[in-house]
């Protein structure tokens, strides 16, 4: 006769969340601090006081002049711009700034109130990154920028209508666009050769969006003077996926599956990065033994991304070999990924809380074959490419960006590292334990497309590194995912043998996760620079605003000023060392 | 006079050919599509007779040159297909050319948003016949999860399709078996629009 197991009661004790709880900080106390510093050093300005960053409110007046006198005192790199929209509000939309000061490791939000009718100043003469920023909000919330240059459409089409991120926007409302409505791409002749004397004609030329060497939806216009390009314009936007509209109608957890479209070279770390910054409004954290799979797999997708970037740059200036070399070991790494969770490409491998399932038992060993094979991929490239005269043409003082450019951009990751700024996420603001690895943030001078194969190269190395330190490290037991029955399904086992389980399981499926009331900003190292994720909720199942802060996006931006009196073939050599993904771009 | 065509190297196994008259067999060589040729052997050597369709399909099915119009996460995974560990080659796939002119196959590879369909119209328009299309995962065959205000619900609201794969991504082997499909289809003769 068979007898039912007895299953004890779930060992959680901690509170059950209750609805339209405020979020809290941890660091509240520290930030409100800082905050009120700044505040004091800035005429006009208020302080919002229990937030995760020094956030100050500048009336729409002041902006410019807030956002010089933070350039002055340091505050030099503009990482984001988006807005947030509050309809049932007087003044509706919130438009927030993030600044960073590399000097004080410092970031600072800066929120604007603007309403419906009304429109603000552009700080595009302050900040160069700020342009695409400000005309993606124009784009999304139709909040209009005073003096912006060149203020038009830049994700959705030119026949689209209405502003698609407002919380009165259907998010089904598609709009048809057809061959005659596409707008025509003149590009703006720089003022160096405005007045040149030259023999040939100017010749408007386009790449993309279906290009060999676009790597994708990129397009490029272009204004030739014989060979030399005098004038750039890109139009960005073909992959569009509504990424942030789609967080917003579907529940926390069904969230991740839209992050991992992102960068899908290293789909895995935006998984961390999302669900990290949900775990931060939570306040939860997250079992060593998940953090470590976590750490573990995104090195290995940074170095996959960058195997992509070198692969397919190479491919463009002709070095097949290379494609061939480098896409081998990244097989390997998909490899390792499906033996965890079955999926190769786009894992969907975290859960807010830890991970999905636990990693197969041979997984350290797999990591450690995988560690040991990987170098001698990369030294062959190395060889093949290192000393060749060809590609050493093609790429050493290829379009290069100065370091104060690249701040003011708001580049980050291994195309500002490669101007000589030592600035990477991990050192600076360390997640998943990566304070406790020894490892360096390569950096490289010069900034040309040699400088960004260089950094990519030594990143690898040091990824590497990382990676060998957490193999010997072992790995911790216990869970992968916390024991939260308001966050993490609990067992199968559990489910259908416990009557709580089972209303847990109920309560967790139909309502969802849901977070304190607040806002929250995290950010990781992604492929490309840093990946942050913003998130507001208003404590019901479906995150109330999701925004990305895509690195490849500035760093796009920047596309022209590094191109301009420089060759088609140069640009399509340094298009590819800036590794866009187009999924990050267009959000 | 049966003459033994057996390659001792090959893995396929081949029957031996018989002359003509009461010993000849069908099914000595396996066009794909025909069952009503017959062998002849003339002057010592073998051939055989075929329709010139089925000859020109079954040439057209095993030289495909694919434009992968790849615009997202699916183009990642083509380039494993056509990359050293699937190789493509292994098909007589990976010719991989980038101007409508020159290919037959379109793989629609990732998200088409409306910003991107005049684009995907004129590539197509500009492939000369005879053209395969195929559609490369869930987004290109449905618009995917992204029920989106700026993505197309599948491309066949802008051009025709033969094969869909399904996947999120497909997986380099689910490309292959479509494009294998695609093949069969092509030697079946089912693809004939506008010849």
Redesign the interface.
Known sequence: MSTLTKYSAIPYTGPAPTNREPYVPKDAAAMDARGAELAATLPNVEQETGQDLPTLIVPRESIVGTLTALKSAGYTMPLDLWAVDYPQREQRFDVMYQLYSLDRNERVRLKVRVGEDESMPTGTGVFKGLNWYEREVWDMYGVVFDGHPNLRRI???EA?QGH?LRKD???????????KD?AKIIPKIDPRFENVDTDFERVTLNLG????ATH??LRIVVTLDGETIIGCDQEI??????FE??CETHTYQQAI??T??LN??S?FINNVGYCMAVEKLLGIDVPKRAQHIRLILSEFMRIADHL?CIG?NLVDMGALTN??YL??P??EI?GLIESCCGA???PSYCRIGGLAVDAPPNFLENAQRLVDALPAFINDVEKLVDKNKIFLDRVVGIAPITAEMAIDYGFTGPCLRACGVPYDVRKANPYLGYETYDFDVPIADGGDTFARYLVRMEEMRQSLKILQQAIDRGMPEGAVIVDNPYVALPPKSKVYNEMESLIYHFKLIMHGIQPPVGEAYFQVEGGNGELGFYVVSDGTKNPYRVRCRPPCFQIYSAFPDMIIGQTIPDAIAALGSLNII??ELDH | MPTDIQNPNSIVARKPAAVPGEQAEKGLITLPGESERELEDLAGSTYLTTKVDTMVNWARGNSLWPLPFGTACCAIEFMSLVSSHYDLARIGAEVVRFSPRQADLLIVAGTIVDKMGPVLKKIYDQMPEPKYVVAMGACATSGGFYRMYHVVQGIDEIIPVDIWVPGCPPTPEGLMYGILKLKEKIERGELKRGV
């Open positions: 994700l959705t089409h689209f698609a926007y259907d998010p089904a409302q598609r709009w048809l666009l057809t061959e596409v969006p279906s290009h060999p994708g939806t936007g073909y992959l569009h996926r509504c509209k789609s599956p839209f991992d479209r899908y070279c789909a992509v397919t494609f061939w896409f081998q990244r097989e998909y190769r490409l786009l187009a999924g």
